[in-house]
Every structure is written in C-alpha cells, then in structure tokens.
C-alpha cells in the first residue's frame, strides 16, 4: 500500500501526475494555515474587548515568523532536489546521506533559531513599530512560537523528504491530525482557561510537536530509501553543501520574499490597530491562493529533479508547460472563490465593518496578482530543479524586495493609505515574473542540457 503512494515521475504521462503531486502539497499548506488561522479566530472572539489587541498582536508576528520559517523551507527545496537528482540517478547511498543529514540540520537548525529569537524578539518588534497596547501580546506570541522552532523546522524537513519521492499524502495526514488537535487546544486555553495569544501559541507549538513526531514514525517505518535510522543521524560535509547549493539560495529567495513584507507590515503597523487586524485577517485568506500556486511550483521542482537526474530531459519541458497550464486553471477557481465569499471570510476574524472593508481591499489586490506569483514561482521551481537557484534568489532581491522597499520609502509616504500600500503586490510580482521569464529565456536549461547530452553520447564521439 506504501509503494501506491509514490508517483512514478520517470515514466508515463505527467498531466494527470502533477495534479497527484500539488493538490496535496497545497492542501496541507491550506490546512496549516487554517489551523494557524484558528488562533486569529479564536482570539478575535474569546477574548472579549481586548479581541482586535489579540488579533493585532498575532499579525504583527506573521511576517516575522515567515522569515523563519521560510528561510529553512527553502534550505528543504534543497532536501527535495538534492533527493530527488539522486532517486533519479539510482543513487541509493546519496538518498541516504540526504536523509539523514537534513533531519539532524533541521533538528540542529531549530535549537539555534530558538535561541538566537528569544535575545532578539523585544529588539525586532520595536524596530516593526508594534504599537504600544500591542507589544505586549505580540512579544508574549512571539517568544512561545520561537521555543517551538525544532519541531517546526523538523517536520518541514521530513516533509520536503517524503515529496521527493512524490509522497505527498502523508505529510497531509500528519498535518491533518496535528492540526484538529491544535484548533481544539486553542479552543480549551482561550475559551476555557480564559488564556489570551499565549494560549493560542502554546497549542501551535504542541500540534506541530505531534505532527513532527508522525511522520518521524514513518521515516521510521518505511523501508523504501527514505528510510530513518537514528544511529545514522550525522552531517555529511558534501550532501550539506549541495543541499545548501541549492537550498540556500531557494531559502534567501523566500526569506527576502519574508523582509519585504516585514517593511510593508511596519508601515502597516504605522496606520493604526484597526489596519492591522484588516490585514492580518485578509492575510490568512489570501495566503490560501498563494499556497496553490507554490504547490504547482514545488511539483515542478521535484518532477524536473527526478527527470534530469535520469536524463530525460523532454520531460522536464513538459513539466514546465503543465506545471504552468494546471496551476492556472486551478488558480482561477481558487480566486473567484474567495473574492466571492470575502467579505463573510473575514468577518470569522473579526466582524467590525471597518475592519471587513479595509481587509477585503487587501484581498481584492492581492489575489488578481497571484496569476503573476504563479508565473514566477514555476519558472523559479523549474530551474531549481536543475540545481539553478542564484539566479532566481537575486531577481527576487531585485523584484520583489527591491520595489517593495522602495515603494514603501518613496510612494507610500506621498500618499499615505493602506490602498497604496498594498499596490505594491501587483506591481512588484508582475516586475519578477517579467525578469524569471527573460533569465528562462536566456538560460534555456533543458536545450542547454540535452546539447551537453548529445555531445557526450558514443554515437557523437564516433
């Protein structure tokens, strides 16, 4: 039943396999932020007046904890690649090394971050300009989400190994399991302990303790070359620098993705509680949005690591054009949706009027702009999955945090509303979809490869 589970990426069509891959992917994503949606929820309505403080001081903390965790969810690309060039190779020891190097990494990883976060936490939310009434709160979040960070960098890791090898249902399930614990503990220390964001924060970290022990079990247990030993558990030199080749870069491209909008969120901070409760409440839905393209995006990274490790390199194209085709259309329903129902979306988060009307504006932005982030995001993944990855972390230095800083230095001061701000998402996503589209053009790496290919083949030497 285990090997039903593993999509076989080297042979047969891929159409109908992309989709096997992604929807998954972007169903747990979906889910975590859903869970993680439950404590804005749950605050904004147990928490009586102080619910927008409680709501505010969550969000002030989103694009913070994203830098985070982004930057080792890129370093686990580098995993998934890494992984999945060896599965494609028939290279069984390099899996292994992968394997068992990146949990300890992620393990290790999570420890540092833990404590690096606690000296620095009071200093970083200062700097974001968290208004007074909130500080508290978010900085009380804060430092209970940073405790959590091995776990939470270690079931990114195990997940990042299981889609390697096109297993995507089990990180699902973990998170699945992990996540209906989650929304009940928020429930039992806010409704029933009268706990506030504290409350919220330490059922984050349980749930993901849970799901990181899950699908510890089924490394564990597996015996396909995913297989877990903890006797095994060491860092090889080489593998971690090939992961970190890729991973690194994969990583600072999320993590600038992450700076950027810790500028926004700052100048966000600047226009008052009831703006942020808007935004962190619209940023839970559209994030949903964003989730399905990186999902179709993720499915082209592994799908071309594992066809160019193999060498079949007409594969990889198609991957490409699917990738692009399928996350189109399944973007479309996802937006329509939720432009249709936004405005009953966000009154869950919070139902004052203000704070719906000023959410929905960010929602409306946003989410027409994520045909743009589809673009970006699959060219980005496809050339990661030939182990190109600095050149899409500097386009996105320069695309996406360049603008944005800039946008928030030059042209939100001269018209100060949360409007203008936000309509710097179109136009910084359109600018690096434009530049991923000329660096695809210019590197061509399937043609560049299948060229190397024929020259090294007998039949050339000859």
């Not at 979906?30 to 505010?56: C, K, M, W």
């Not at 990494?105 to 404590?115: C, K, Q, Y």
């Not at 935004?279 to 989730?291: D, G, H």
């Not at 594969?315 to 939720?338: P, Y």
């Amino acid at each position: 039943m285990a090997g039903k589970k593993q999509l076989d990426m080297l042979h047969g069509s891929i159409w109908n396999k992309i989709p096997q891959f992604a929807l998954p992917v972007a169903a747990t994503a979906i889910l975590e932020q859903l869970f993680n949606a439950s404590d804005v929820a749950v605050v904004g309505n147990f928490t009586g007046a102080d619910s927008t403080v409680a709501v505010a001081a969550v969000g002030a903390n989103s694009a913070l904890i994203g830098l985070i965790v982004n930057l080792f969810i890129g370093i686990a690309l580098g995993t998934n690649v890494v992984i999945a060039n060896a599965i494609g190779h028939g290279d069984q020891k390099t899996v292994q090394r992968a394997v068992h190097t990146s949990v300890l990494v992620a393990l290790l990883g999570g420890v540092l971050v833990a404590l690096v976060g606690e000296l620095l936490a009071a200093p970083v939310l200062r700097i974001l300009n968290v208004p007074e009434d909130v500080f508290p709160q978010a900085l009380l979040y804060l430092r209970i989400y940073l405790a959590g960070m091995p776990v939470i960098l270690l079931y990114n890791f195990e997940a990042a190994i299981f889609r390697s090898i096109g297993e995507t249902r089990t990180p699902l399930i973990a998170l699945a399991s992990s996540g209906v614990l989650n929304v009940l503990l928020n429930l039992f220390f806010v409704a029933v302990l009268h706990m506030t964001v504290n409350g919220v924060a330490i059922a984050t970290v349980i749930s993901n303790a849970v799901s990181s022990v899950l699908l510890w079990r089924k490394l564990r247990r597996t015996a396909r070359e995913v297989h877990l030993d903890p006797k095994l558990l060491r860092i090889d030199g080489t593998i971690l620098k090939r992961i970190l080749q890729i991973g690194l870069p994969a990583g600072i491209q999320s993590a600038v993705f992450s700076v950027s909008n810790i500028v926004i969120q700052s100048a966000i901070n600047s226009l008052g509680t009831v703006v942020m409760a808007a935004s962190s409440a619209a940023f839970n839905i559209e994030i949903m949005t964003y989730y399905i393209l990186d999902s179709f995006a993720q499915a082209c990274t592994t799908f071309v690591g594992q066809n160019f490790g193999a060498g079949e390199l007409h594969r990889c194209r198609k991957t490409l054009l699917l990738s692009l085709g399928e996350g189109i259309a399944v973007l479309a329903v996802a937006v329509s949706t939720i432009l249709f129902f936004g405005r009953p979306l966000l009154s869950i988060f919070n139902s004052d009027p203000q704070v719906i009307e000023t959410g929905y504006v960010r929602l409306m932005l946003i989410t027409l702009s994520h045909g743009m982030c589809l673009a970006y995001d699959v060219i980005s993944g496809y050339l990661r999955g030939f182990g190109i990855s600095f050149v899409p972390a500097i386009l996105t230095m320069l695309g996406v945090c360049g603008i944005r800083i800039a946008w928030v230095q030059f042209v939100f001061p001269q018209s100060p509303t949360f409007r203008t701000l936000m309509t710097v998402y179109p136009v910084s996503l359109t600018t690096t979809a434009l530049l991923m589209t000329i660096a695809l053009l210019c590197y061509r790496p399937a043609k560049r490869f299948a060229a190397l290919q024929k020259k090294d083949s007998p039949a050339s030497a000859e």
